[in-house]
């Protein structure tokens, strides 16, 4: 089954503590990318990623950082996250000349 | 700038009763699209519209791309609880680029 799965689904961490949160697709996608969701907000796009090692900003990349060492997995780094960074995110992968973006189901997680 | 504007915000309605949700941008898009969200999963993607003008359906859905390429609606006929959820559009500039997407429209069906 095709699919983009994250993990975890939900953390709860403190302020300063460093954290990942995984990303990995099964359709050869070259492009990927993270969002976050707020509420009043959107979606809005943190980095992307156009295919193995190439990475670049989106638009609130600021505390964010990502890598793409393998075709199938972009993981998001939190080196040190701040309660402003909780927020509901979302890994999406498409194909290069695609339109069509797939989306894994989402991690939500809480800064304190 | 927000680059593309959904409207209205939030739709609350009956069952059995048609609704439409607008998608407006000053600019050009070569493709625009409509994804569906429930509360704790991701979107899923509804359509792909590429051609100005063009229609498409999906049983009770249709959805068309205006003709200047610039704006999209969403119809639904004789809604049902099941249509309940986020209603995202977003847009591409060209096959491969970054998506933008609307804030969304928030649609509540009730029985």
Request: charged residues 20%; aromatic residues 10%.
């Amino acid at each position: 089954e095709a699919q983009v799965t994250q993990n975890p689904r939900y953390l709860i961490t403190v302020t300063g503590k460093k954290l990942t949160v995984t990303c990995s697709q099964n359709m050869n996608h070259e492009y990927m990318s993270w969002y976050r969701q707020d509420p009043g907000l959107g979606l809005r796009q943190i980095y992307y990623s156009m295919n193995v090692e190439v990475t670049d900003k989106g638009d609130v990349p600021e505390g964010y950082k990502v890598s793409r060492k393998e075709k199938r997995n972009f993981p998001l780094i939190l080196e040190s996250p701040s309660p402003n960074q909780t927020s509901l995110y979302f890994c999406a992968s498409r194909g290069h000349h695609s339109y069509e973006q797939y989306f894994g189901p989402g991690t939500r997680l809480t800064v304190t | 700038t927000q680059l593309l504007e959904q409207s209205p915000q939030f739709l609350s309605i009956q069952e059995g009763e048609n609704l439409t949700v607008y998608c407006n941008s000053s600019s050009v898009f070569s493709s625009l699209q409509w994804y569906r969200q429930e509360p704790g999963e991701g979107p899923v993607l509804l359509v792909t519209v590429v051609t100005g003008g063009e229609v498409k359906k999906l049983k009770r859905l249709t959805f068309q791309f205006g003709d200047a390429r610039k704006d999209s609606s969403l119809h639904i006929t004789a809604a049902q609880p099941g249509d309940t959820g986020l209603y995202l559009c977003a847009g591409a500039r060209q096959a491969g680029t970054a998506l933008i997407f609307g804030k969304g429209t928030t649609l509540s069906v009730s029985s």
